[in-house]
């Protein structure tokens, strides 16, 4: 990839490690700016070091994509800090295999429900 996703936008979850981070290295090799999410603050610093280290424009998004109003602030901050978003990239491992919604909670929402009731 020379520079060909010069002006191009990527946010990428599961940014921190495996599949996630070697998919915002290689791709602001390409020009890519990148909005690296992920729960590891100090993998995110370390990600910052490495992609502007490459010229490319970064901004660091501390997330726990569980939670759903966390999950918007990383569309709202890469846009913020973009002007927008041109391919997502969905690297984070799935909440499933980390913890189980609490259905015992009064009132939870129908994303809870039926999460819980797929498994």
């Known amino acids: 990839m020379d520079k060909e996703f010069a002006q191009k936008v990527l946010l990428i979850t599961g940014a921190t490690s495996g599949i996630g981070k070697a998919t915002a290295l290689r791709f602001a090799e390409a020009g890519a700016s990148i909005a690296a999410v992920g729960r590891n603050e100090a993998a995110l610093t370390d990600l910052r070091e490495q992609i502007e280290g490459k010229g490319a424009g970064f901004v660091a998004i501390p997330a726990d994509l569980f939670l759903e109003e966390e999950a918007g602030n990383a569309v709202s901050k890469t ?30 929402g129908p994303h809870v429900l039926e999460r819980a009731q797929e498994s």
């Open 79 to 108: 846009v913020e800090r973009f002007g927008g978003v041109d391919v997502l990239v969905n690297a984070a491992r799935s909440v499933e295999s980390r913890r189980r919604p609490d259905v015992t909670s009064a009132a939870p």
